[in-house]
């Protein structure tokens, strides 16, 4: 995904995994500097439950055997902040 558009924050959707991973980058400013940049990817959930209850046949998850989903979504806060008098993002995921 990276490798398409370079962002912050990706928000994967379609495979109904919940997570968040982060890493650091560097960026070349065009000062011509070098800064560290957090990034973070984050699969955004599932509310379609696996193997549903009083029904008399599952859908394609249990044809299959896929592993039941992890049910809900993950919670991204995005905030601005000064820090060193300069204006940044900064976001927390929990999961």
């Not at 011509?32 to 990034?39: E, L, P």
Request: some cysteine; overall charge neutral; glycine content about 8%.
């Amino acid at each position: 995904m990276n490798e398409v558009y370079e962002g912050d924050l990706y928000l994967m959707a379609h495979d109904n995994t919940k997570m968040a991973i982060s890493d650091n980058v560097l960026q070349h400013t065009p000062s011509g500097k070098f800064v560290a940049r957090k990034r973070t990817y984050c699969g955004v959930g599932s509310f379609q439950k696996a193997y549903p209850d009083n029904q008399p046949q599952g859908g394609y998850v249990e044809a299959i055997m896929l592993p039941p989903s992890d049910l809900g979504a993950v919670i991204t806060q995005v905030r601005v902040e000064k820090r060193n008098n300069n204006w940044r993002l900064d976001w927390h995921t929990s999961v």
